[in-house]
């Protein structure tokens, strides 16, 4: 009850603020899901039925000056771990400066985004979330400074930032004392086609050499990832090629997702998606990597409402043959809705 006060209040106080900050947006999003899913053995074999919301964002974002704006939101999670099914979090709270001496570039400080790979801009073409993060090698999101920009002509973007390393769920004695810094570039060579990468490095023995055995349990930790993403006409496709070192333990894998659009074709507002992921997550172990597809299709009849559905079949497949096979049948609604207050 307590923390549902807590929440009740900081949403009031937002609002309150919206109203003497000036222009404000704020916006609401919320998925609500079914899923059920099943082992793929001799048998049929029912694992999880149910109707939940695993997400659900509300955000504002108060423009405190011409060059200075912010963003601050909440993040309702239903989870069989939290408070009463469900829990809150805090998801974004940043400042952004622009106007700076480098033209067309800004700051952000705070609990920003992790500008990694796709992470930071995926569109949820399906259910399941962006490769680094369901592996977790990366957060969508972590405490720290980012300096970005756009190059010159709409040649494409950067972003260097230097950052907690333990994503937004941790603070305080969760942080060790060694930042982790992260380099971002996305190229646009021609119209339609976008290629890049991300690098992240984190030496935690750098400010704690005496202690680092103590403290925690691993010293160096590096991250990379190439991505290609081509978009023409009713076809798109993406692939991103993720790796992962913390000490001597390398992980690699891949995701391709392919969606074609018939609206383009047949003038009916329905994508058909497709993803396959591959991950191993220890490169000198054997039977410890698995395999992803998802199948699924968009119906995008009431998008210009706010309103997308989306029906997805997925089956993750272990090299562990101990390991049964999982399949997940999901159905969800994502809704969502803005306005500004001037």
Do not use: C
């Not at 074609?260 to 997550?281: A, F, H, M, Q, T």
């Amino acid at each position: 009850m307590k923390s549902k006060r807590i929440t009740l209040f900081l949403i009031l106080s937002l609002l309150f603020l919206s109203v003497i900050a000036g222009e404000t947006k704020y916006k609401f999003e919320i998925w609500s899901r079914y899923q059920a899913s099943f082992l793929n053995e001799n048998e049929f074999e029912l694992t999880k039925n149910q109707i939940y919301s695993p997400r659900g964002y509300f955000t504002v974002e108060p423009k405190l000056s011409d060059y200075i704006k912010g963003r601050f939101t909440l993040d309702f999670v239903s989870s069989e771990n939290g408070v009463d099914g469900a829990s809150v979090r805090l998801k974004y709270a940043y400042l952004d400066f622009s106007n700076l001496p480098i033209k067309n570039s800004n700051i952000n400080f705070g609990l920003i985004k992790n500008y990694f790979g796709t992470i930071y801009d995926y569109d949820y073409p399906v259910y399941e979330t962006e490769l680094s993060d369901k592996e977790k090698v990366v957060k969508s999101a972590d405490y720290g400074l980012s300096f970005n920009g756009l190059l010159p002509a709409g040649f494409g973007f950067y972003a260097f930032s230097v950052m907690n390393g333990e994503g937004y769920k941790k603070t305080d004695s969760k942080v060790d004392l060694n930042p982790a810094f992260l380099v971002n570039v996305r190229l646009i060579p021609i119209t339609g086609l976008t290629v890049g990468g991300s690098f992240l490095y984190e030496d935690k023995t750098l400010l704690s050499p005496e202690s680092v055995d103590s403290l925690i349990s691993d010293s160096l930790r590096m991250a990379y990832v190439g991505l290609v993403k081509f978009k023409f006409n009713f076809l798109s496709i993406s692939f991103e090629y993720l790796s992962n070192r913390i000490d001597s333990v390398f992980s690699a894998g891949y995701s391709f997702i392919g969606v074609i659009n018939s609206d383009r074709l047949i003038d009916i507002p329905v994508e058909l998606v497709g993803r396959y992921d591959s991950w191993d997550k220890n490169l000198d172990a054997t039977d410890d990597g698995h395999k992803r597809i998802i199948a699924g299709t968009n119906l995008n009849f009431f998008k210009d409402k706010g309103v997308i559905m989306q029906l997805s079949y997925d089956r993750t497949m272990y090299e562990d043959t101990t390991k049964t096979d999982v399949n997940n049948v999901v159905f969800q609604m994502k809704w969502k809705f803005s306005n500004t207050i001037n």
